[in-house]
């Protein structure tokens, strides 16, 4: 079997280093504030604050400014039964 051609082995180490620090440099995303919550399956947008409801403890509404950082803000029962949300067909 031949040996490797330089060429070929300074490309590798290239891709290598590259590879190594590009996953350095990436930066690490995770979400901050209150955020355990059961069965968070959907995220809406609405007036430049972001809303998700849970499952369990009363169904807990969150807010967030940013979609990163995530406080409760009560729970659906707290409201009572006269609350209403409105929900909009999207098409």
């Known amino acids: ?3 490797p051609h330089a060429c070929y082995i300074h490309f590798m180490m290239q891709r290598l280093l590259f590879c190594a620090a590009a996953l350095l440099a990436l930066p690490v995303h995770a979400l901050d504030g209150e955020i355990t919550v059961h069965d968070p399956s959907t995220v809406t947008l609405h007036a430049g604050r972001y809303y998700t ?3 369990g403890n009363g ?3 969150l807010t ?3 979609g990163w950082t995530w406080q409760r803000r009560g729970s659906l029962m707290a409201l009572g039964a006269g609350f209403r949300i409105h929900v ?3 098409r």
């Open 88 to 90: 909009r067909n999207s």
């Open 53 to 55: 409801y849970g499952t």
């Open 1 to 3: 079997m031949p040996a």
């Open 64 to 66: 967030s400014d940013d």
């Open 59 to 61: 169904l807990p509404i």
